[in-house]
């Protein structure tokens, strides 16, 4: 329980009230408070009603960061492709310019926060299919619970206009004690039975992934990414927090997330992290080169062996390697890396695996960063201009969000990035799967066809089909 003082509700919302008037717009006034300990699943939950189609959670493969967000306060929006990034961090700065922040707490992703995403390819023709996401879209949440390295945060964002009275604070923090006494709320646990699945043209898209594999051997394309969908029918609405609970069992070294916007929900368990900024440091991840689990723990390891010493997807990888270390040099003192990949292993799938540390300026922009990073070639290609117009030329799926950046920024412009795979879209009793594969000169497409099964693997599990 939080307790208010008076005072506090009396100066606070004459502060807010004043600033608003004085400068004729709306205001922003953000206040964080410690919590004890909270179960981020059971904050989610209890959104259920009141706060359905604007709720998102993240957690991080280390869980350090657990980020749930009720409610929208404001949000960032726009189809615009060209300057996505810039207009975003943009209109970002001038919503917390001259705001009120009270947060005593020296920890990053507490304090207002803004968490969504980026679509693939906001030049690609937008379908019905992401009819209710915006291609860059981010929400500031009225609510959000973060708990980060174990502690417990609760910031409640209030936006004063220059209507507003001084009720309005006391009327936020009415209805967060009605959140918080309503964490207890169990949600009905049933999952809907999966009726039917439907690969979409898989023999067309094989087809198509030959087609690139010719294009490779001639140059100047070295490597493209394509995509398919699977799109599942259910006897009943599927549950975004039945979900999610159920990747959070299953996928604990994964980043966890579920945004929904306008009664969609975009959820996944993705390995991969496109960028992750706290103060001077930035943190990346080449992830490319696949492999299945063994059953057995002898034929694991095995797999991994093969897979560590296979040209093909050595060469996958190494593209990625490649281009995530020049462009981070372009912005950082210092990059470091190791000179061989690593094996990072999933549930049902092992991948090549290279971390990337850099320094940079105290005041980088992360989100100039994620510019410069999306999409790597392990979303994309390389080069990184002509991959993507061969996706946009050949891929007959619309990505919206899959394979794009989401993640979260704070007010003191530290956050993460996510690239969102092993991911789908949650459409009331339908849900579409997304899964892609590196396509490279050696590659054969049924091979590239298998891997995308595996890779469409957990979301299936945690959907309750197989
Ligand atoms: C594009 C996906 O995975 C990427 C990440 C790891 C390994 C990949 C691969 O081996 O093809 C992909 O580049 C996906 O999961 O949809
Ligand atoms: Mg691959």
């Known amino acids: 329980m939080i307790t208010i003082q008076e005072t506090e509700i009396k100066e606070r919302g004459l502060l807010g009230v004043n600033r608003a008037r004085e400068l004729g717009r709306p205001i922003l006034m953000s206040v964080v408070h410690k919590m004890d300990t909270t179960n981020p699943l059971s904050f989610f939950n209890a959104g259920k009603d009141r706060y359905c189609g604007e709720r998102f959670f993240w957690k991080d493969p280390t869980n350090d960061m657990v980020l749930v967000g009720l409610g929208i306060s404001k949000q960032i929006q726009s189809d615009q492709a060209a300057d996505r990034f810039f207009h975003v ?26 968490f969504g995403g980026f679509s693939f390819d906001p030049f690609k023709e937008k379908t019905e299919l992401w009819s209710k996401f915006a291609a860059s879209l981010f929400h500031i949440p009225k609510f959000l619970l973060s708990i980060v390295r174990g502690e417990t945060f609760l910031t409640t964002n209030i936006i004063f206009t220059p209507n507003d009275d001084l009720s309005l604070y006391s009327k936020s923090l009415e209805e967060r004690n009605q959140l918080l006494d309503s964490l207890r709320t169990r949600i009905s646990t049933k999952s809907p039975s999966l009726m039917r699945k439907n690969e ?8 198509t992934v030959d087609g690139v594999v010719k294009e ?54 993705s390995p991969e992290r496109l960028i992750k900024k706290q ?5 990346s991840t080449c992830l490319a080169g696949s492999i299945s ?12 062996q093969t897979l560590l010493a296979d040209q093909k997807n050595l060469i996958e990888h190494g593209y990625v390697v490649e281009m995530i270390k020049e462009a981070l040099e372009q ?3 210092e990059v470091i890396l190791p000179d061989k990949p690593q094996l990072m292993k999933m549930r049902d799938i092992q991948h090549l695996y290279t971390p990337v540390i850099g320094k940079c300026g105290p005041n980088t922009s992360l989100l100039l960063l994620v510019e410069k990073l999306h999409p790597t070639p392990a979303l994309g290609g390389l080069p990184k201009t002509l991959a993507v117009e061969k996706i946009r030329e050949v891929e007959e799926l619309d990505r919206g969000l899959f394979g ?46 298998l891997e995308t099964a595996l890779k469409f693997r957990p979301m299936l599990r945690a959907l309750g089909g197989k």
Not at 95 to 106: A, C, E, P, R, S
């Open 404 to 449: 794009g950046p989401l993640g979260w920024v704070d007010y003191q412009q530290n956050g993460e990035f996510a690239v969102a795979i092993r991911s789908g879209l949650i459409q009331e009793q339908e849900v579409s799967l997304f899964a892609g594969c590196g396509v490279v000169s050696d590659s054969k497409s049924e091979d590239e066809y």
């Open 200 to 207: 979409i043209f898989p023999e067309r898209w094989k087809q």
């Open 293 to 304: 689990r063994g059953i057995t723990e002898e034929e694991d390891q095995i797999l991994g």
């Open 279 to 283: 103060g001077d440091e930035v943190y």
């Open 89 to 114: 961090e943009k209109e970002w700065k001038s919503f917390l310019k001259d705001g009120f922040i009270f947060n005593q707490y020296k920890v990053d992703g507490v304090g207002p926060l803004m």
């Open 331 to 333: 912005s950082c003192k």
């Open 216 to 269: 490779l051997t001639n140059g100047p394309l070295k490597k493209v990414v394509l995509a398919r969908e699977l799109r599942l029918e259910f006897s009943s609405v599927v549950e975004a927090e039945t979900v999610l609970e159920s990747l959070y069992k299953q996928q604990p070294a994964s980043y966890i997330f579920a945004f929904a916007s306008n009664g969609d929900c975009f959820i996944g368990a």
